[in-house]
């Protein structure tokens, strides 16, 4: 049947690819829960060691074609797989179930490899945890060859493809020959699961969380798999076709230009720089920020971490995720923002106050300073992770000088406190304060002696200046963050920190806005954080401006009274630019 | 018998590549060998099991020997470790 509305998941290698679909089905695989007769255990044992010695020579085969093509890489995972195959416990796990159990040797082999995949399908470290496929991957090899059923042998496709499947393992994602498959959809998986790792490291436009896609999809379907959009059409009409295919080349085009921006300098034609970095959630998201060229993590939000769940995260936990993320972005740096809940984001492991005005009300620091017990863990778990990499800490919702003091002071004591203790940290790791209520705008001259850096949080900075709520519909139109009140205050707020030696950066959906790009520039801010995607787009319009007339128009945005003004400038400008740019070109 | 902790200096932690690298260096020994990680333990010849202990960078881990050979494989063993880096 065709669909009228797209499947979606978690877009994870980004691309456009149109094909037929492959369907993978794990259902060849049929356990028989009938046990074995009492004189048969030792038949049973051999069909479980002639079935593992079939294993470890496919896996050989596989390891060997591997090396010899020089995967290297994916070569060592199948290394690892000859020795889960010749494992000892897991051996002895089997011939013990099929002795007392009396189970057949594809029962005993799900038995066992299930128990250790739960296991570690239940670690804290994210990736650890992904481990699990290994487990399982190796069990399903075993059981094929007990029950001898053929592996799908992903060489031998020959016309172009996407596939699909419940999960891809490792051994069927190795095989990919690219001359024909364009595309991965799976059901199961996270940013960080091994089909996500190998379609990234293929580049091969992949979606995987998507429910139901080997129930939607039929082999032989045509598939227009949209990564961009995170749509998954299937058996898509002409006309959808047609738009995809406008898609695609589209993207094509973007990416030869941007891929050759990925690694230059967010530089203007008169030599300016600004960094450019990319706003994360979790550490998943780290990926797509490298990919992008983000030279660091200009908000990292924690309060991911305290979301949708039962109990407060631990000191421990929040260590292994913040060391993640550190290692993930490979010595770049990496604002964590401790974490912002309240206002509208509430949590059922916090017991919270009807509050008339929760945009006003028990928020973010305000919390922290009445519940040692979020401050003090999350606190002593980002000094940890700093031994990892760069981190810095910047905290929301500052409205006074005396909060931020306050805030360093437990800094200070948590720092000597892991001394005594011979607990690696950073000991120079930057503390910096987010710029969004105007009473810290204000204060930006004070601030800037005590901080290492800003942070200007554009979204709640415009709400606060204009008193204007921005979840009100009513008043939507009003929520500017081009008002001259709020750019007045950035400006401040840049001033400030220059005086001091200090730098500002921006954090909030302002600074992945090209319409204001070229004026941020002008107004001196030194670092620009946004949604990775957004990321090739901004760095293009930096590369095409000239420091000196940024500065004019920032000069000139100065005097305007209204929001139109500010508006005209900033087009006529544009305007200008990009017949400047071109010429440049 | 012998032991002797060291810290996990693996990037990722100990996943399939550096545990197997251990797993075959542990195998080259007679001695029983146990690798114990706060309350848990495990086979330190083990791939399967030294998994489930969730060894990340950083996870300080004692290595426990036991047999003829228990000194040469505890001390060559925590060397492995604190040299795999990936």
């Known amino acids: 049947m065709t669909y009228i509305e797209p499947l979606s998941g978690i877009p994870c290698s980004p691309g456009v690819s149109i094909a037929r679909a492959l369907v993978i089905g794990d259902d060849d695989i049929v356990i028989n829960p009938t046990p074995i007769e009492d004189g048969a255990v030792e038949e049973e044992i051999a069909r479980f060691h002639a079935a593992r010695d079939a294993a470890l020579s496919q896996v050989r085969a596989i390891s060997d074609h591997l090396a010899l093509s020089g995967k290297v890489e994916q070569q060592a995972i199948f290394e690892g797989h000859l020795v889960l195959l010749e494992d000892e416990e897991l051996e002895h796990d089997v011939l013990a179930l099929i002795r007392q159990s009396h189970y057949r040797s594809e029962q005993a082999i799900h038995e066992a490899i299930e128990s250790y995949a739960k296991m570690v399908s239940d670690l804290d470290d994210p990736y650890l945890r992904e481990r699990a496929t290994d487990c399982r991957d190796i069990g399903a090899r075993l059981i094929r060859n007990v029950l001898g059923v053929q592996t799908f042998d992903l060489g031998s496709i020959a016309e172009d493809t996407i596939l699909v499947a419940r999960d891809f393992t490792p051994s069927q994602t190795a095989q990919i020959s690219l001359e024909h498959v364009k595309g991965l959809i799976s059901e199961l998986g996270g940013r960080t699961s091994h089909s996500a790792i190998m379609a990234r490291s293929l580049e091969l436009p992949a979606i995987v969380g998507v429910k139901n896609a080997t129930l939607h999809i039929r082999s032989g379907d045509l598939i227009a798999l949209d990564v961009e959009h995170n749509q998954i059409w299937v058996r898509p009409d002409a006309a959808r076709l047609a738009d995809i295919r406008a898609v695609q080349r589209q993207y094509a085009l973007q990416r030869e230009k941007w891929q050759a921006l990925r690694d230059l300098p967010a530089l203007t034609r008169d030599g300016h720089r600004v960094e450019l970095c990319a706003n994360i959630g979790t550490v998943r998201d780290a990926d797509s920020a490298q990919a992008n060229g983000a030279e660091g993590i200009g908000l990292y939000r924690t309060e991911f971490l305290f979301m949708d769940r039962p109990t407060l995260p631990g000191e421990e936990e929040q260590y292994l995720e913040y060391s993640a993320i550190a290692r993930a972005m490979s010595g770049k740096a990496v604002i964590v923002r401790t974490m912002d809940i309240g206002g509208d984001k509430e949590l059922p492991c916090l017991d919270f106050p009807k509050e008339l005005n929760p945009f006003l009300g028990w928020r973010a620091i305000r919390i922290f300073f009445d519940r040692p017990d979020i401050m003090l863990p999350q606190l002593r778990a980002i000094l940890r992770a700093s031994a990892h990499g760069p981190l810095r800490i910047m905290f929301p919702m500052v409205a006074a000088v005396e909060e931020f003091r306050a805030l360093k002071a437990q800094v200070c004591a948590l720092k000597d406190e892991l001394r005594a203790d011979g607990v690696p940290f950073d000991e120079a790791i930057p503390l910096g304060v987010m710029i969004e209520t105007p009473a810290a705008a204000v204060l930006a001259r004070f601030l800037a002696r005590e901080v290492d850096f800003f942070s200007i949080g554009t979204n709640d900075l415009t709400q606060y200046t204009l008193a204007v709520d921005r979840g009100n519909e009513q008043i939507a139109r009003m929520y500017q963050p081009l008002s001259p009140a709020v750019l007045g205050l950035i400006q401040q707020v840049i001033d400030a920190s220059h005086a001091a030696g200090k730098w500002t950066g921006m954090c909030g959906e302002l600074a992945g806005d090209e319409r204001a790009t070229a004026l941020l520039v002008g107004m001196g801010l030194d670092e620009f954080s946004m949604s990775a995607i957004a990321l090739p787009r901004i760095k293009a319009i930096v590369r095409s401006l000239d420091y000196e007339a940024a500065r004019q128009l920032a000069v000139q945005v100065r005097e305007c009274a209204t929001l139109e003004e500010v508006e005209d400038r900033l087009q006529a400008f544009a305007r200008q630019n990009s017949g400047a740019s071109e010429a440049y070109e | ?86």
């Open chain 2, 1 to 86: 018998m012998f032991e002797s902790s060291v810290m996990i200096a693996a990037e990722n932690g100990f996943h399939t590549r550096p545990a197997s690298i251990f797993v075959k260096a542990a195998k080259a020994y007679q001695s029983e060998i146990s690798v114990i990680s706060g309350e848990k333990s495990a086979n330190g010849k083990s791939l399967f099991k030294l998994q489930t202990l969730g060894l990340s960078k950083g996870t300080t881990i004692t290595i426990r020997a036991d047999g003829p050979d228990a000194e040469q494989a505890v001390s060559a063993l925590s060397e492995l470790v604190e040299t795999i880096e990936d």
